[in-house]
Each structure stands twice: as C-alpha cells, then as structure tokens.
C-alpha cells in the first residue's frame, strides 16, 4: 500500500497540475480576450490554495519519507511548469514503489528471523 504522505503529494501535485492548465489555457484568455479578469482572480485564488497545499505535502514528505532534497526541489519547480507535474508524478510513482519494495523486503526478512 502506498503511503499516506506520499499519496498525499501525488493527488495535490495533479490537483495543482491541473489548476494551472486552467488558470493559464481558461482563465487568462478569458481575463485578456473576453475582459473578464474575474476568472483569473477565482482561478488564482483557487490555484493559489492548491499550491500552498503542494507545498506543504512537498514538507511533509521530506520530512516523514526522508527522500533526497533535490526531489524537493524538484517536485517545488516542476509545479511552475505546464504538465511538469504530471511527468514528475511519475517519477514520484516509481519511488513509491521502490519504497514499497524495500519496506515489504525488510517485513519479510524480519519474519525468517
């Protein structure tokens, strides 16, 4: 089973992936074409929740998983490019399962002891 933490970061990485397709493909050229600069301010604001929510789940994650920092940083500027969250949650996919790997290889060689 995938941790809790981790879980967390991946389902607030997508949610902040797709806060910003909306906020720049949607709510700017409405803001700019249509003159409707409230659908960027809802949508930033919206955005901007999710965005600290991302962050924070970045801190949690290095914090209880204790990955390398570089994926902090990483997961913290890929949340600026477009879709940049969505190729990163799948290197955040694989070190999941790695993890699961090694903590379900450690259970096992527990119980041969």
């Known amino acids: 089973m995938e941790r809790k933490e981790i879980k967390f970061l991946r389902t607030m990485g997508i949610w902040d992936g797709i806060s910003l397709l909306v906020l720049l493909g ?3 050229p409405l803001k700019y074409f249509a003159d409707l600069p ?3 301010r809802i949508t930033g604001s ?3 929740a999710i965005f600290i929510t991302y962050a924070i ?7 209880r998983v204790k990955w390398a920092f570089f994926y902090s940083v990483i997961a913290g500027a890929v949340a600026f490019i477009p ?3 969505f ?3 799948k290197h ?3 070190y999941s399962d790695s993890l699961q790997a090694k903590e379900k290889k450690a259970v096992q060689n ?3 002891v």
Do not use: P, S
Request: proline residues 0%; charged residues 15%.
């Open 87 to 89: 190729v990163f949650d």
């Open 46 to 48: 919206v955005h901007g």
């Open 57 to 63: 789940a970045i801190l949690i994650v290095q914090l």
């Open 92 to 94: 955040i996919k694989r």
């Open 38 to 40: 409230i659908a960027v």
């Open 110 to 112: 527990t119980e041969v």
């Open 26 to 28: 949607i709510a700017m």
């Open 83 to 85: 879709f940049g969250n």
